[in-house]
């Protein structure tokens, strides 16, 4: 039996322009996949009628069709309209829904000290929905939609993700999704994640341990500046998944760190917690990045003590401690300094573990002795400490980026070796 598939249509001319981000497509792909239905394609479209129509009709073939954005009362938000033409519907009026939105809006009028007939037009358009729709909620004035056609779906949500994932349990819920979800069937998946291996390597690798197999399906995507492999196995290729996720471990053990989904910095605060460690940070060149990500996940005030950004060098010496003459003799990008900001960072902030990074960004400031991209690292621990050099490609965003990255693996791998060792 095949499973069931699904399409997801993204709308927004802003997005085709590249002037924001797509996120609710890799959302709801994710939650397809998760949900035993194969996510077969995210399309992202403008708000131009003809082009959305063309993609809502492809996006009906499917067995489960999600669509975000184009809800609003302006003339651009032709979502409805165009799902309407492309499903062959007829648009009326609904009445309840009119009195919610209304109710909403007349709130904003007064709010704002404008005339409630400003926006009735805007809540009559978002009111009107195609024959047979159902409504499973409203994020401001924007409803979300169930649609079901024949076994399939069309869900339809708001553009905001906020708005969207707040709307998408209700989603699942409905009858018409429910009849297709009762056809999925989700898939065994195991997630290898690795770091300081190239993505040839682990591409090698995976070829030499045999590769995919029936029902069995292995994607290698660099990410974060990591390696992921995504082993996806049907219930009668599990035995396969398993094999090939050995041999993994077995070929590139010394770069293989996680097995499951949580980001490094999550791994830094877990392993510091299991350990009732503290943390706390130094940053130059990477300006906070690393102290960023840590405070990026929830729960992270229990291990994370604070970090201090010391770009000049009397910043370094004043706030964290870094000795003068150090600087004055190593200079400010050094093995040396980066010691010195891990251990500034443990003292001045009361934290058990230190992590330091200096290092030259670009574009300007190399030298032939210390080139653009060179950055050194320090994570320091109550008892012992881990030290890196690294020479970075790319641009002052990118030599960033795969510093902080470094840092947090460094941190990582400290925090492992203190566990293990009682280092």
């Known amino acids: 039996m095949t499973r069931p598939r699904g399409v997801v249509v993204v709308t927004g001319s802003e ?20 949900l035993g239905i194969e996510p077969a394609r995210i399309a992202i479209v403008g708000d131009g009628a003809a082009e959305l129509e063309a993609a809502l009709r492809e996006g009906l073939e499917a067995d489960l069709c999600v669509v975000s954005g184009g809800l609003g009362p302006t003339h651009d938000d032709r979502t409805v ?10 648009l009326a009026v609904d009445p309840e829904l009119e009195a919610e939105i209304e109710g909403f809006s007349r709130r904003i009028a007064e709010r704002l000290k404008r005339p409630y007939g400003d926006f009735a037009e805007g809540v009559r358009k978002q009111a009107t929905l195609p024959a047979g729709a159902l409504v499973i909620g409203v994020a401001g004035t924007a409803p979300g939609l169930v649609l079901g056609r024949n076994g399939s779906a069309v869900v339809v949500l708001p553009g905001p993700p906020p708005e969207l994932q707040r709307l998408w349990p209700a989603a699942l819920e409905s009858a018409p999704v429910r009849a297709v979800l009762s056809r999925a069937r989700v898939p065994d998946r195991r997630a290898l994640r690795f770091y300081g291996a190239s993505e040839s390597t682990v591409a090698r690798a ?10 069995l399906t292995a994607t290698i995507c660099a990410r974060e500046f990591e390696i992921h492999v995504d082993l996806v196995a049907e219930k009668d290729a599990r035995e396969s998944a398993d094999r090939l996720a050995s041999a993994l471990r077995e070929r ?10 949580r980001p490094v910095e999550a791994l ?41 950004v ?7 010496a004043a706030e964290v401690g870094v000795p003068e003459e150090l600087l004055a003799r190593h200079g400010a990008v050094s093995p040396e300094v980066a010691q010195a900001l891990a251990a500034g960072a443990r003292e001045r902030l009361g934290a058990d573990v230190g992590i330091g990074v200096s290092g030259i960004a670009g574009p300007g400031g190399g030298t032939p002795e210390k080139p653009v991209g060179r ?31 470094a ?8 925090l492992a070796q203190i566990r293990d060792k009682g280092a």
């Open 268 to 308: 830094v605060l877990d392993s510091a917690r299991e350990l009732g460690l503290t943390v706390a940070t130094a940053e130059s060149c990477t300006g906070g990045l690393v102290a960023a990500r840590l405070t990026s996940v929830p729960g992270s005030s229990d291990v994370f003590r604070g970090g201090i």
């Open 310 to 316: 010391a770009y000049a060098n009397d910043v370094k």
């Open 206 to 215: 995976l070829a030499e341990a045999g590769g995919e197999a029936d029902g």
């Open 375 to 405: 950055v050194y690292l320090h994570a320091e621990g109550p008892r012992s400490g881990l030290a890196r050099e690294l020479d970075l490609g790319g641009d002052r965003a990118a030599v960033r980026a795969r510093a902080t990255a």
């Open 81 to 90: 309209q165009m799902l309407a033409r492309a499903a062959g519907l007829e």
């Open 252 to 261: 590139l053990g010394e770069y293989l760190f996680a097995e499951d989904e």
């Open 15 to 34: 997005l085709v322009r590249g002037e924001r981000t797509d996120r609710n497509g890799p959302f709801l792909a994710a939650e397809l996949l998760r």
């Open 407 to 414: 840092a947090l693996h460094l941190a990582r791998a400290l």
